[in-house]
């Protein structure tokens, strides 16, 4: 395997894991959100929406300290591991998947919630019936976070070292080959991640096309 | 003496208030059992109000709403939920096809009843329309889909909210061929919201008058319309501006 090869592997592993994880969790927590009332949901909300414009390199201080052998989750030594890669890219796509699932959810008309729960849907079963009516937006808040992942660099070299052969992603390489003043291959590897972006964007565009023509 | 059937719903003292001006407020009502309940009224006398509490989709700030003669706070049991079915003024279509909307119901219960379905496609002609994108469908076609969509789990009570405002004779001539069906062959009973005097006299067993948040009067639909007693129903069934 080249090593160009294996740094758009791991790319795709690491942001991929990440945006899966942050999708399993943020999805179903905007929806909650978009749909309850409770006590303390505007703080909520407001931590959320914060989140959406956390800088990556804050995210990667945060998590590196928690990761470090002095921090509390310095026992599990995953620091400088595509783990903690995994781990410091879920925290930046969480809020921005949780923030437009939760707007996307919001702004259903509240008639449909009413004739969802008239047809006989259990609680659980009217939040994902209401997150398949907003799944275009929900789908822009997937899309959202993977495009804050994909490309992001703070954290991933903070959390990651671009190690070569172990942590070295697609913009961790732009940065050290543009330091090297390799700036044609720094060019080409920008490439790389731009048609890579490009086509993970283009089948989830395919995607919502399919949805928008079933929403009709 | 006939035994005496219990009341489908008992009503005692519900209030609740809707924004700045307006407050339902109904001291004291019993719905029976069987047939059709029509409740008649002018526009915001809280009769569309009254069904969705009827169908505990919404809590009261006071009161007490007794189903079957059992005391139901909200949020009612998911099991008694499923036994009503409602039909909305504006007809809400899910996203997809008109399958899945007729569908949907059986599927939140993971029930299917393939007769049923295709019984209702006949008698609402729907048969045509079946893979059609639901929310590309006329008026009368939407309104004719919400109420196979309510019918297709055999609910127990039927929830009609102004379900012919609008249509054509023919959709009309439809919809109400299905409620006295349903009422009368399935023993479904049918609680209908209408500005229709008329339909009320076709359809009704029983009904109601509203106004301004507050039940007026009720009673066996002969004696509502041959001996009115309030003067707001008097005038509401001549055809005057009440309320």
Known sequence: MTPLTEIVLLTLKVSGIALGLATIVGVPLGALLGLSQFRGRSFIVGLVYTGMGLPPVVVGLAVYMTLSRSGPLGDLSMLFTPAAMIAAQVVIALPLIAGISMAAVDGLDQAIRLQLRSLGTSPTQELFSMLLEARLGVLAGIVAGFGGIISEVGAAILVGGNIQGKTRILSTAIVLETRRGNFGLGLALGGVLLSLAFVVNFLLMRLEARWRWRRR | ?243
């Not at chain 2, 005692?12 to 407020?25: A, N, V």
């Not at chain 2, 939920?81 to 003024?89: L, S, T, W």
């Not at chain 2, 059986?106 to 329309?129: A, I, N, T, Y």
Request: aromatic share 8%; no cysteine; proline share 6%.
């Open chain 2, 1 to 243: 003496m006939a035994p005496t059937i219990a009341p489908l719903y008992s009503l005692y003292g519900i209030r609740k208030r809707y924004g700045e001006g307006f407050r339902l407020d109904i001291e004291r009502l019993d719905i029976p059992r069987n047939g059709v309940f029509a409740i008649l009224g002018p526009n915001g006398a809280g009769k569309s109000s009254l069904l969705r509490i009827l169908h505990f989709l919404e809590p009261v700030e006071a009161g007490e709403l007794h189903f079957s003669e059992q005391r139901i706070d909200y949020p009612a049991p998911l099991k008694l939920r499923r036994r009503i079915a409602m039909v909305f003024q504006k007809p809400v279509m899910l996203s997809g096809s008109v399958r899945r909307n007729l569908t949907f119901g059986m599927r939140v219960r993971k029930q299917w009843h393939p007769e049923r379905f295709e019984s209702l496609l006949k008698e609402l002609d729907l048969g045509g329309l079946v893979n059609a994108p639901a929310r590309t469908l006329s008026g009368g076609e939407a309104q004719r889909v919400a109420l196979a969509r309510a019918l297709a789990t055999r609910p127990e009570i039927l929830l009609l909210d102004e379900p012919t405002a609008n249509l054509d004779p023919y959709n009309i001539r439809l919809i109400e061929h299905i409620i006295k069906r349903i009422t009368h062959q399935e023993g479904t009973s049918t609680i209908l919201v209408t500005h229709d005097v008329f339909q009320v006299r076709r359809l009704a067993d029983h009904a109601a008058f509203m106004v301004g948040g507050q039940l007026v009067e009720m009673g066996a639909v002969d004696d509502f319309f041959n001996n009115p007693k309030d003067p707001r129903t008097v005038a509401y069934l001549t055809g005057e501006l009440v309320g």
